[in-house]
């Protein structure tokens, strides 16, 4: 089953604490292969952890080692463990989030991390089985895949297998917390490999750039329905101006644009790309242009920042994007009045909930859900964590370190990140139905298709969003 069922997703990515109750097998370093194969045959687990005398971490024994390591070189099995284990072990507090999990497995390419307490010792273990729910190589075997790949059209073909694999993920019931992170980590990996080729293919020196992911990718949030949001910043030279290197950056940029829309992640309509040259600028262009947004708060730069201020750095020289995201985190926070005008503007996009409890449908009897029952959350969750200086991007992570930060109950953020995770849920799964019909994935969603219960979940989802806005308004000073 997955790390958390329909109760604990709808909580958002729950801590990994109740995975470690469960019984690990250790062994010491000298312990015979055979023994820890025999142990690990008994129990019917996938991994053996060597750990030294403190019940620190060492090393691990998967059955993919079992395969590479011992099966070809059977005079192994009569040596110890520690000869055919993999060291240093990929390894997370207890305490951390299935998110993070996910995030770890995609990113090191491994199918098991270690779970450790604050002094090191071992308090568990989580697999790919426990987080998606399901028996497979396919996050292990895309990640490790995708570093490696040589050239474009490998890269390209990896991503069509992301989506299918999420497919299959969303059919299965996987929970949302990982099932996003796998999703966006894997499109992340396969950008870094597009980018790197391209950089490399160009001549252009990786330290004097950076590719920074915006809007859901930024956030790391993406769907079945996903586009492009993307830029570069860069650092001329002191005797360059900047107009030559966007002139070398640009071209490079399209191919990866291109590359990953036949990959399966569509040109962005808008044109927010890196290769677009309005989307390639210096630090100082960056920075000049966002202060002109945050200075003016005409309808225009309220609708940038909705999108620019989610940017993540990605590849490259990623201290550029760093450096520009806390630039961004000192200076809007002291424009009270940029930050009330976001928060107006963000309120007229209500929750899709009538009178009584009913929900405010279309002609046609539908809701947008990413409109009409995301947006409220991510909107907020931005507002709140630019006025706190919050260095944080992912919606529930905003919303949880802005409640800390303004003194907000536990209870209270958390039904907010429980609601975002269940409209996020309800996202996938309509954009999975709408695949097996045959139609492209989108967000107008018919809540009569819903069961009552269903339905009941749902209204109490898009409630939270509207007590959310309604203390965004408060604390913004705007009339609702």
């Known amino acids: 089953m997955p790390v958390f069922d329909t109760d604990e997703s709808a909580a958002g990515p729950a801590s990994l604490a109740h995975l470690a109750a469960r019984a690990t097998e250790t062994c010491a370093a000298p312990t015979p292969v055979r023994a820890a194969l025999e142990t690990m045959r008994r129990r019917a687990i996938g991994a053996m952890i060597v750990t030294d005398a403190e019940r620190r971490p060492i090393g691990i024994l998967t059955l993919r ?40 497995m995609v990113r090191h390419g491994v199918s098991h991390v270690v779970l450790v307490h604050g ?33 474009l059209a490998q890269v390209e073909a990896y991503g069509r297998e992301i989506g299918d694999l999420a497919r299959r993920l969303v059919a299965q019931g996987a929970a949302v917390g990982p099932l996003t992170a796998f ?36 956030r790391s949030e993406q769907t079945l329905a996903t586009d492009q949001d993307n830029g570069i910043v860069f650092k001329p030279a002191a005797t360059e101006h900047p107009d030559a290197v966007r002139a070398r950056l640009v071209p490079v940029a399209q191919r990866v644009n291109h590359a990953l829309d036949r990959a399966g992640y569509r040109l ?77 503007n963000a309120l007229r996009n209500r929750p899709a909930l009538g009178l009584l409890g009913r929900f405010a449908t279309d002609a046609g009897g539908c809701i947008d859900l990413k409109m009409n029952a995301a947006a409220p959350f991510i909107d907020a969750a931005r507002i709140v964590s630019l006025g706190c200086a919050v260095d944080e991007v992912r919606t529930d992570a905003r919303l949880r370190a802005s409640g800390r930060a303004l003194r907000i109950g536990d209870s209270e953020s958390e039904a907010w990140i429980a609601a975002f995770h269940q409209v996020q849920g309800y996202r996938l799964r309509h954009q999975m139905r709408c695949l097996e019909r045959g139609k492209t994935p989108d967000n107008r969603f018919a809540p009569d298709e819903l069961n009552a219960f269903d339905q009941q979940v749902l209204r109490n989802a898009l409630e939270q969003a509207r007590l959310l806005q309604s203390r965004v308004a408060l604390d913004y000073g705007v009339r609702t």
């Open 183 to 218: 999703i966006s980590s894997l499109i992340d990996l396969l950008t870094e490999r597009l980018v790197t080729i391209e950089f490399a293919r160009a001549g252009v020196d990786p330290a004097t750039a950076c590719w920074i992911v915006l809007g859901s990718e930024g």
């Open 119 to 151: 002094d090191g010792s071992v308090a568990g273990i989580v697999s790919e089985r426990d987080l998606f729910g399901m028996q497979t190589t396919g996050v292990r075997h895309l990640s490790s895949a995708i570093r490696t790949a040589a050239d």
């Open 268 to 344: 962005c309509p808008g044109n927010i790309m890196a290769g677009n040259p309005a989307c390639c600028l210096s630090v100082d262009e960056w920075r000049n242009r966002f202060a002109r947004w945050i200075d003016s708060g005409s309808a225009q730069s309220l609708l940038h920042g909705s999108v620019f201020f989610d940017l993540r750095p990605l590849a490259g020289e990623t201290g550029l994007g760093l450096a520009l995201r806390r630039w961004l985190l000192e200076a809007a926070p002291k424009n009270r009045r940029f930050l009330h005008q976001m928060a107006a």
């Open 65 to 104: 080692d079992v395969l590479d390591r011992v099966v070809l070189e059977p005079h192994c099995i009569e040596g110890s463990i520690e000869h055919v284990m993999t060291p240093r072990p990929v390894s997370q507090h207890v305490g951390d989030s299935s998110y993070h999990a996910a995030l770890i």
